[in-house]
T-cell receptor
């Protein structure tokens, strides 16, 4: 099976926090998160490998994540703002190495009211 | 810092016509270039990468380091090629492994 994400859709109000989940392809140890919006396109949030954040994009500290020992990953957004409305994609790869291909999940659509 | 530019937001061609989706990049080091495609209501998926030099679904792309371009081409477009296409770059050296995407081109192939 491919990369799975939950939930599919989510509606929150400003100031709330949200947690999104990503299950990588079996055997993949690297998980990356991206934010997709009509205005900014696809932007890298962070990458986790072996439960450690290995790379981080240019997002405020309200965006955080973690990875568990089974490589599943979660991202959290605190104090939600209207501008956080987006499709959040996660992608997994075997080890995030130079020749790896990233496989994307279907995304979680977050709407902030 | 790296940057990927796709100058065309929308592109329409007729079935059977050649199609070229433009991609230019700026990066001081050695890049790896990709094309990803997103069909309607499907997830983002890899179409091709310059390192493998494959032709997928009739599409090809050549990395031109002099012009810093990685244009996607297909000699005869098909209606099923209608989709959103993203060009992406990843550094071949250094610690950063993330993809930097262009803004995408929506291709419509008309019957």
């Amino acid at each position: 099976t491919g990369v799975t994400q939950s939930p599919t859709h989510l509606i929150k109000t400003r100031g709330q926090q949200v947690t999104l989940s990503c299950s990588p392809i079996s055997g993949h140890r690297s998980v990356s998160w991206y934010q997709q919006t009509p205005g900014q396109g696809l932007q890298f949030l962070f990458e986790y490998f072996s439960e450690t954040q290995r790379n981080k994009g240019n997002f405020p500290g309200r965006f955080s994540g973690r990875q568990f020992s089974n490589s599943r990953s979660e991202m959290n957004v605190s104090t939600l703002e209207l501008g956080d409305s987006a499709l959040y994609l996660c992608a997994s790869s075997p080890d995030g190495g130079r020749t790896d291909t990233q496989y994307f999940g279907p995304g979680t659509r977050l709407t902030v009211l | 810092a790296q940057r990927v530019t796709q100058p065309e937001k929308l592109l329409s061609v007729f079935k059977g016509a050649p199609v070229e989706l433009k991609c230019n990049y700026s990066y001081s080091g050695s890049p790896e270039l990709f094309w990803y495609v997103q069909y309607s209501r499907q997830r983002l998926q890899l179409l091709l990468r310059h390192i493998s030099r494959e032709s997928i679904k009739g599409f090809t792309a050549d990395l031109n380091k002099g012009e810093t371009s990685f244009h996607l081409k297909k000699p005869f477009a098909q209606e099923e090629d209608s989709a959103m296409y993203y060009c992406a770059l990843r550094p071949l050296t250094g610690s950063a492994r993330q993809l930097t995407f262009g803004s995408g081109t929506q291709l419509t192939v008309l019957p």
